[in-house]
């Protein structure tokens, strides 16, 4: 099946947001190999090159998903995430078994974290192509709330993990993966199958719904910095911080179907071009451009936090896990904060300018990590940000500009931005520049600014030519948001469902 089916399901498009919010959860797993990939890297004495390499193998099999896209638009998103989180638990369960032998080849190592990854990429396709879909009205905040939980992940499993283990135990962090994608999956599989609908709210409750969520879940945010900030890893609080989002969002399950402008609004003609056609688009490019400077970039930063912080600080024991907590948390802000303000902002201010906006703070925190170890929490929260709002806009973006025939499939093309970025930006970039320092000064951990001086520099760069390039897009794109801005009137009642 291509379409969404109508469903007699009550307030069905809400809980299929529920059970896609903590399928998107999943997804945020990638943001953790920073807290337990030193483990592998013991256990196996690879190179910060071979390491970078797993984390290429993880981010390519994320973020190079065409057939997530095919998959959900064929068969419907409660398909894809029955296979993403089966494919994550065992993959989850295969590095556990891995750092306990100690023996597994470098090339099976590189297939089981591409299948690590993919699985992500599977959860991630189904949650956001199926919000985009049943909230038409509504995307940017859907998309958004939806992102940020993947914001929150390593937070969230962070606190939950510390407050039960050490870092002695990390070892066991896949296995305690392996059994949330589990339950994860156990749980939305059948909640997505049954209820996925179109939302049949008016768009006043359904925007309200939207705004208490995003109170809600920025308060939930802050609890966990505090958490974070005085490493207050307790059972109680770990129930709290594990347990409140399912009620956060289980509220949004409650009310009554009412009549809506939704079909009216889709029928109304718009920029609406094929997958295919997309990429023969110039503002396509631009956009792939931005997506790569900027989703490579932060997972440079993300999959080398523990060597970015040692090397900044000049202490070859400093850990990473307070900064690793900023970074979640402030990705979780950009994704609320981003997804909400372009949404509040339709009309006014067009999405690709909000784009340019993350670029230039991308620049800005990469930048100032030159300056010192005083830094490293400012650049790990607006780095955090920056990313974070760029994942909330990519599929609302694409689906603006080039329409939502096939969203799918033209979603796991853009996708593959953040793969292509990973490749330049931190393998190729970061670890071989890296391994080179530390072979010059002799020991395996490269201390001081040399280590990503010119890392930093280059993907600092990179963002500013970034901001430029989506610029661009948002001049070229002026008519088609202006013309969908112009036929806001023959909505009756609704924010006008496409813009």
Same mark, same amino acid.
């Given at each position: 099946m291509t379409v969404l089916e109508e469903r007699s399901f009550r307030n069905g498009a809400w809980w299929t947001f529920c059970a896609g919010s903590f399928t998107c959860f999943l997804t945020g797993l990638t943001y953790t190999f920073g807290v337990w990939s030193p483990v592998v890297k013991r256990a196996y004495s690879y190179s910060q090159a071979e390491l970078d390499t797993l984390a290429l193998a993880k981010d390519l099999g994320n973020f190079i998903c065409m057939d997530a896209g095919l998959v959900t638009n064929r068969y419907g998103p409660h398909v894809s995430v029955a296979a993403g989180s089966l494919v994550l638990t065992l993959s989850c369960i295969a590095i556990y078994l891995a750092i306990g032998s100690g023996?597994?080849?470098?090339? =099976?190592? @590189? @297939?089981?974290? %591409?299948?690590?990854?993919?699985?992500?990429?599977?959860?991630? +396709?189904?949650?956001?192509?199926?919000?985009?879909?049943?909230?038409p009205e509504h995307k940017g905040s859907a998309v958004g709330l939806m992102k940020a939980m993947e914001g929150l992940t390593a937070a969230v499993v962070g606190t939950v993990f510390y407050s039960i283990s050490?870092?002695?135990?990390?070892?066991?962090?896949?296995?305690?993966?392996?059994?949330?994608?589990?339950?994860?999956?156990?749980?939305?599989?059948?909640?997505?199958?049954?209820? +996925?609908? =179109?939302?049949?709210?008016?768009?006043?409750?359904?925007?309200?719904?939207?705004?208490?969520?995003?109170?809600?879940?920025?308060?939930?945010?802050?609890?966990?910095?505090v958490v974070a900030y005085n490493k207050a890893y307790t059972m109680p609080v770990a129930l709290v911080v594990a347990l409140l989002p399912c009620g956060l969002f289980l509220l949004a399950c409650r009310g009554h179907d009412a009549e809506s402008t939704v079909n009216a609004a889709t029928n109304i003609e718009r920029p609406n071009v094929s997958a295919w056609e997309m990429l023969h688009s110039v503002d396509f490019y631009l956009l792939y451009f931005t997506f790569v400077s900027l989703q490579g970039s932060g997972i440079m930063f993300s999959n080398n936090f523990g060597q970015i912080v040692k090397s900044v600080s000049?202490?070859?024991?400093?850990?990473? %896990?307070?900064?690793?907590?900023?970074?979640?948390?402030?990705?979780?802000?950009?994704?609320?904060?981003?997804?909400?303000?372009?949404?509040?902002?339709?009309?006014?201010?067009?999405?690709?300018?909000? /784009?340019?906006?993350?670029?230039?703070?991308?620049?800005?925190?990469?930048?100032? /990590?030159?300056?010192?170890?005083?830094?490293?929490?400012?650049?790990?929260?607006?780095?955090?940000?920056?990313?974070g709002g760029t994942f909330a806009l990519q599929?609302?973006?694409?689906?603006? @500009?080039?329409?939502?025939?096939?969203?799918?499939?033209?979603?796991?093309?853009?996708?593959?931005?953040?793969?292509?970025?990973?490749?330049?930006?931190?393998? =190729?970039l970061a670890g071989v520049l890296y391994d080179a320092e530390a072979h010059r000064q002799g020991q395996s951990v490269c201390l001081g600014g040399s280590c990503f001086g010119v890392t930093f520099a280059v993907t600092s760069l990179c963002c500013a030519v970034a901001a430029l390039?989506?610029?661009?897009?948002?001049?070229?794109?002026?008519?088609?948001?202006?013309?969908?801005?112009?036929?806001?009137?023959? =909505?009756?009642g609704t924010e006008a469902a496409l813009l």
């Open positions: 023996s597994v080849p470098f090339p =099976l190592m @590189i @297939i089981l974290f %591409g299948l690590f990854g993919h699985s992500m990429g599977y959860c991630d +396709n189904a949650g956001i192509s199926t919000s985009v879909k049943n909230f050490s870092d002695d135990d990390l070892e066991a962090f896949p296995l305690c993966m392996a059994f949330l994608a589990l339950g994860v999956g156990v749980c939305s599989v059948p909640a997505i199958a049954f209820t +996925n609908s =179109l939302v049949k709210e008016d768009a006043d409750t359904v925007s309200k719904k939207f705004s208490c969520l995003t109170v809600a879940l920025l308060a939930y945010t802050a609890f966990c910095a000049g202490n070859p024991a400093a850990s990473s %896990g307070i900064y690793v907590s900023i970074f979640s948390i402030f990705n979780t802000f950009g994704r609320v904060f981003i997804g909400f303000g372009s949404e509040s902002l339709k009309g006014r201010l067009n999405r690709p300018w909000f /784009l340019v906006g993350t670029s230039a703070l991308m620049s800005l925190g990469l930048a100032v /990590l030159e300056m010192g170890e005083d830094f490293l929490g400012f650049s790990a929260g607006a780095v955090g940000f920056a990313i599929a609302v973006v694409t689906e603006e @500009i080039f329409g939502p025939e096939e969203m799918p499939v033209k979603y796991s093309y853009s996708f593959t931005a953040a793969s292509v970025g990973s490749l330049l930006l931190s393998d =190729l390039s989506v610029a661009t897009v948002a001049i070229r794109s002026r008519g088609t948001y202006a013309q969908l801005q112009l036929r806001r009137p023959l =909505l009756a």
